[in-house]
């Protein structure tokens, strides 16, 4: 190994890497607060980074410098990836300090709450339509399958559904899982980018600090009755892939 090699390598070997691998509008701005208010973990948006060497592990702790503190207490550096333009590949990480946790929300709330984000924008948005909706669900869950059976055996899957109906249980399950030596809560701190556009949840809800179990209700919103249906009937076959080559499972 070449001396800039080691230099780099000891650079980043002072942290952890906890990765959630999910969608968009499955309640991982509210499980990533949860995580980066821990005192053992830093980091509680998403990066838009890939992670494909040792070098966008370092690159990673640089870019989140600059806007938040590491805490002196982490153990962890956290981020999430929930599109398919961004990369985990483990083959080329050491997968020792890696710990991966994998999330799936039922499809008909994700669309529709996919659907309600993007009309409530003053653009125009293709995510506003539910077949491109519908789209963006499916492929990126397509990928999720192809990621989990690529590492058969590498994380954890929890349900998104069950951070809100089941809190108590699945932060147990999930700070076992991560090795954590005091529990992750269902209250939350605020950070520098909470909120904020291109960070994750920017509604109101996201600012009370603490889980809230009512979910919205998108009645006025629909999906073609056919293309739910298979979007439905996929899922629930991807699922069960992605539940039976995870290490362990909480699932509905």
């Given at each position: 190994?070449?001396?800039?090699q080691?230099?780099?390598?000891?650079k980043?070997?002072?942290y952890?890497?906890?990765?959630?691998?999910?969608?968009?509008?499955?309640n991982?701005?509210?499980m990533?607060?949860?995580?980066g208010?821990?005192?053992?973990?830093?980091?509680?948006?998403?990066?838009?980074?890939?992670y494909?060497?040792?070098?966008d592990?370092?690159?990673?702790?640089?870019l989140?410098?600059?806007k938040?503190?590491i805490?002196s207490?982490?153990?962890?550096?956290?981020?999430?990836?929930?599109?398919n333009?961004y990369?985990?590949?483990?083959?080329?990480?050491?997968?020792?300090?890696?710990?991966?946790?994998?999330?799936v929300?039922?499809?008909e709330?994700?669309i529709?709450?996919i659907i309600?984000?993007?009309r409530?924008?003053?653009?125009?948005?293709?995510?506003?339509q539910?077949?491109?909706?519908?789209e963006?669900?499916?492929?990126r869950i397509?990928e999720?399958?192809?990621?989990?059976?690529?590492?058969k055996g590498?994380?954890?899957y929890?349900?998104?559904?069950?951070?809100?109906?089941?809190?108590?249980?699945?932060?147990?399950?999930?700070?076992?899982w991560?090795s954590?030596?005091s529990?992750?809560?269902?209250?939350y701190?605020m950070?520098?980018?909470?909120?904020?556009?291109?960070?994750?949840?920017?509604?109101?809800?996201m600012?009370k600090?603490?889980?809230?179990k009512?979910?919205?209700?998108?009645?006025?919103?629909?999906?073609?009755?056919?293309l739910?249906r298979?979007?439905?009937?996929?899922?629930?076959d991807?699922k069960q892939?992605?539940?039976e080559n995870a290490?362990?499972?909480?699932?509905?």
């Amino acid at each position: 190994m070449h001396l800039e090699q080691i230099k780099q390598a000891q650079k980043s070997s002072a942290y952890q890497h906890i990765f959630l691998l999910s969608h968009m509008r499955a309640n991982t701005s509210l499980m990533s607060h949860i995580l980066g208010s821990h005192p053992q973990i830093s980091g509680y948006y998403e990066m838009h980074l890939s992670y494909r060497t040792e070098n966008d592990l370092i690159k990673q702790k640089e870019l989140y410098s600059t806007k938040d503190v590491i805490k002196s207490s982490s153990r962890y550096l956290f981020d999430k990836l929930l599109h398919n333009d961004y990369q985990l590949l483990l083959e080329n990480l050491d997968r020792t300090k890696i710990k991966l946790l994998v999330s799936v929300r039922s499809p008909e709330q994700t669309i529709k709450s996919i659907i309600n984000l993007f009309r409530s924008k003053k653009i125009q948005h293709p995510y506003a339509q539910p077949e491109l909706a519908t789209e963006y669900y499916r492929s990126r869950i397509i990928e999720l399958v192809k990621f989990c059976q690529r590492y058969k055996g590498h994380y954890y899957y929890y349900d998104a559904d069950l951070i809100r109906s089941s809190s108590k249980k699945s932060l147990q399950h999930i700070q076992s899982w991560l090795s954590l030596e005091s529990p992750l809560t269902e209250q939350y701190q605020m950070f520098s980018q909470t909120g904020q556009t291109g960070a994750g949840d920017s509604s109101e809800n996201m600012r009370k600090g603490e889980i809230i179990k009512q979910q919205t209700n998108y009645e006025a919103i629909e999906i073609p009755r056919d293309l739910l249906r298979k979007v439905i009937r996929e899922t629930r076959d991807h699922k069960q892939i992605i539940t039976e080559n995870a290490i362990e499972a909480l699932s509905l």
